[in-house]
């Protein structure tokens, strides 16, 4: 079915430097790629999608790269800052339009 | 406008206990989904509303759990025969339209409800 899988769990990074975050998937039609994130207590939030046509999407600090021929999807966020700490989870959309959420990755930005 | 709104924002009960959980979506969007999410885990998604109809509830961990969307905008998820097991938040999201997976709707969410079984 359906899975995808995000690494790493955890991230800490000095504030300014940049963060990745990497995602694999299978069997998976979705053409939608979109990024949630999530601060503690909080509900989850969309921050940046990409579409299967299209390779690479930046806005502002923010950027997504997808190869789906390969299956792999990416998060970079530079220049972090303190306001980045959150739980970053990289989605897929299932055939009823359900989100399938990878298990997450806790960012930690250090000032 | 409003976006989608939960109550209650904190649900305590005993094992065996019956709960509801209600989502407001946002006004329009005619696709409704719930999800639960457990400690230190994404959300995982439980049944999808297109209108007022179940259109996939094969998240739904077993027969306790099951939801209504009457009258296609509120939803409740019930619960019967609560147990530990069961404690998480419950989102619920609201998106357009939502009918593929080829589908760019954006699902908005609700701050979710923390049910607690004790």
């Known amino acids: 079915g359906e899975n995808v899988e995000q690494h790493p769990s955890t991230l800490s990074v000095q504030e300014g430097d940049s963060a990745v975050i990497k995602c694999t998937y299978s069997?998976?039609?979705?053409?939608?790629f979109p990024w949630y994130k999530q601060e503690l207590g909080k509900r989850p939030q969309l921050i940046i999608d990409i579409r299967s046509n299209v390779g690479e999407k930046k806005d502002q600090r923010i950027a997504v790269t997808l190869n789906k021929t390969a299956k792999h999807f990416s998060l970079h966020i530079t220049e972090t800052q303190p306001e980045d700490s959150a739980v970053y989870f990289c989605?897929?959309?299932?055939?009823?339009?359900?989100?399938?959420f990878g298990k997450g990755t806790k960012l930690s930005v250090k000032p | 406008g409003a976006g989608v709104s939960q109550t209650p924002s904190n649900k305590v009960t005993e094992k065996g206990k019956y709960v509801e959980l209600r989502c407001d979506p946002i006004?329009?969007?005619?696709?409704l989904y719930w999800y639960r999410q457990s400690l230190g885990q994404g959300p995982e998604f439980l049944i999808y509303?297109?209108?007022?109809?179940?259109?996939?509830d094969s998240g739904l961990p077993n027969d306790r759990f099951f939801a209504v969307r009457p009258e296609g905008s509120v939803s409740t998820l019930k619960i019967q025969r609560t147990e530990r097991g069961d404690s998480a938040v419950y989102l619920c999201a609201s998106s357009l339209t939502g009918i593929s997976a080829g589908s760019t709707d954006t699902q908005y969410f609700g701050p979710g409800t923390r049910l607690t079984v004790l």
């Open positions: 006004s329009g969007h005619t696709a």
């Open positions: 989605v897929l959309v299932g055939s009823q339009g359900n989100l399938i």
């Open positions: 069997d998976s039609a979705s053409n939608y």
């Open positions: 509303f297109q209108g007022t109809g179940a259109a996939d």
